[in-house]
């Protein structure tokens, strides 16, 4: 973990644009819930919450989900408290058998996708029957790392700026921002 200047943090916070409120936030939550409800009924899946960025989203997510399932969680991550990504690194891999299972992914952004590709990958490798993808918001710009590549369930979308709250963060810290903000520009 690199030593983060928390003046730096909350320049940061004071500074940013609210792009989404708390109620905006939940709101949409609600909506995409009712969408994966319908894809789900009667799947039984291992929904897999993705650490450290999807918390809140699931955090939030879960209690709205109407169908059985089973809960697991995964870190992967190409960030490591910094703002810039690079190799996938796994700290955990899911517990669960994914053998003949149904599997939803949930995670916090879909900015570039190398992330979330690679967890999904890995989930068909390690035999899931299917696997699907639920973000909290979908970054809008022309660097996704597969440009055939979709997610399935998307509660927001935003433009290309640098996003923190509900889960997404700026260098380790602001994840519990009550809303999604966007760092301001220089």
Not at 139 to 163: G, Q
């Amino acid at each position: 973990m690199t030593d983060v200047d928390i003046k730096e943090v909350i320049a940061v916070q004071e500074k940013a644009q609210c792009l989404y409120t708390v109620q905006d936030v939940d709101q949409h939550i609600e909506h995409v819930a009712k969408k994966i409800n319908r894809a789900y009924q009667s799947l039984n899946p291992i929904v897999i919450c993705i650490m450290t960025g999807g918390v809140v989203f699931c955090g939030k997510l879960l209690p709205l989900l109407d169908f059985p399932m089973q809960f697991d969680y995964a870190h992967a991550t190409r960030y490591n408290s910094g703002t810039e990504g690079s190799t996938l690194t796994w700290r955990m891999m899911p517990a669960s058998d994914l053998q003949g299972r149904h599997v939803l992914i949930v995670d916090d952004i879909y900015d570039v996708g190398e992330t979330l590709s690679g967890v999904i990958d890995t989930c068909k490798k390690l035999g899931a029957l299917s696997v699907k993808s639920a973000v909290l918001v979908n970054k809008h710009h022309k660097r996704k790392h597969n440009a055939e590549f979709t997610v399935d369930f998307i509660a927001l979308e935003t433009s290309d700026c640098y996003l923190f709250g509900y889960g997404m963060d700026y260098k380790g810290y602001l994840r519990n921002a009550p809303g999604i903000f966007a760092v301001a520009q220089d």
